[in-house]
């Protein structure tokens, strides 16, 4: 059974930090490609905010290039998310994505439940 747990939202002032955490358990899956965070905030589309590869190479969107850190932890199955210099715009509700691949290599895409993070002016 998959099961992405994510942990670390919550409610801080512009400016401020917060770290998301997302625990992977891949059951019979053989390995892990590629993790990630996704937001939607409300009305809007859910959109990408950081990915890392299985070479722990990061990829960000430019909204949050330079305040955003997305790092791995591939022994943890973990991703992380730092977000400092926080800013109303990054609101929402934050889901950690995993793209597992089974013994055959078919990739298939998974989502935690998600957590919200609130960021005040």
């Known amino acids: 059974q998959v099961q992405l747990v994510e942990s670390g939202g919550g409610e801080v002032q512009a400016g401020g930090s917060l770290r998301l955490s997302c625990v992977a358990s891949i059951g019979n899956m053989f390995s892990i490609h590629a993790m990630g965070w996704y937001r939607q905030a409300p009305g809007k589309q859910r959109e990408l905010v950081a990915l890392i590869n299985s070479r722990d190479m990061p990829d960000y969107a430019d909204s949050v290039k330079g305040r955003f850190t997305i790092s791995r932890d591939s022994d943890k199955n973990t991703v992380y998310l730092q977000m400092n210099s926080l800013k109303p715009d990054d609101t929402g509700v934050y889901y950690c994505?995993?793209?597992?691949?089974?013994?055959?290599?078919?990739?298939?895409?998974?989502w935690g439940q998600g957590t919200q993070v609130t960021v005040s002016s």
């Open positions: 994505n995993a793209e597992l691949r089974d013994f055959r290599l078919r990739e298939y895409d998974y």
